[in-house]
């Protein structure tokens, strides 16, 4: 497909909760299914994410594992509206940093296109396996896009309530018949957490 396998790394209260109104959320899960995520961060040529998750928590989106040697993951960040600050961790940190704006990767909208991008990681760096850490919008629209190869979900027992923030934005999915079904290839428990590897099937 000359596209990098994209795994989408989510995770939500048993409610399909992602943050709390006011942003918090950390930490979700326990330290078990962090580690579990460190370990698909070390074999992932990038981690992608968008300038909200950037402007919300700051993460630096790297390696943090003992004995861990390799060459870092390239840190990806979708900004179509320039406002990432060069302050940020992500791009001050070790490694290096790609921010991708609309006028390098122009798509519908003034917005990012997804496919051109992933595209570009592919044959520019080489890049054949790709991480998605990022918020509902983005989660939803590379996964609505039919770009997202494998959810990696955890799940923690836990209850956050209506107003806290969804897993993923679908936007105009209104019937049964629109949803996007998946399939479960894995679950194992992670300390206390749950953590759910599914395939989308075809749209």
């Known amino acids: 497909s000359g596209l990098p396998y994209v795994r989408c790394k989510l995770a939500m209260s048993l409610d399909g909760r992602t ?75 070790a490694g290096q940093s790609l921010l991708a704006r609309a006028e390098q990767f122009p798509g519908p909208g003034g917005k990012v ?10 044959s520019e760096h080489q890049c054949n396996e790709v991480l998605l850490e990022a918020g509902p919008a983005l989660s939803g629209a590379m996964l609505a896009l039919g770009l997202v190869d494998e959810l990696i979900t955890y799940i923690a027992p836990s209850l956050m309530g209506h107003t806290a923030l969804p897993l993923m934005l679908l936007p105009g999915l209104e019937q049964l018949s629109q949803r996007i079904n998946l399939r479960f290839c894995d679950v194992a428990m992670l300390g206390k957490d749950c953590r759910i590897r599914s395939l989308p099937e075809p749209l």
Do not use: N
């Open 19 to 93: 943050a709390m109104a006011s942003g918090e959320s950390k930490w979700i899960t326990g330290p078990e299914a962090r580690a579990d995520v460190q370990q698909y961060r070390a074999r992932s040529c990038a981690i992608l994410t968008g300038s909200g998750t950037v402007l919300q928590d700051d993460p630096s989106l790297t390696v943090r594992l003992p004995d861990y040697q390799g060459q870092p993951p390239l840190r990806v960040i979708v900004d179509s509206q320039q406002r990432v600050p060069a302050t940020a961790k992500v791009l001050t940190g």
């Open 113 to 122: 296109d997804l496919h051109r991008l992933l595209a570009f990681l592919a």
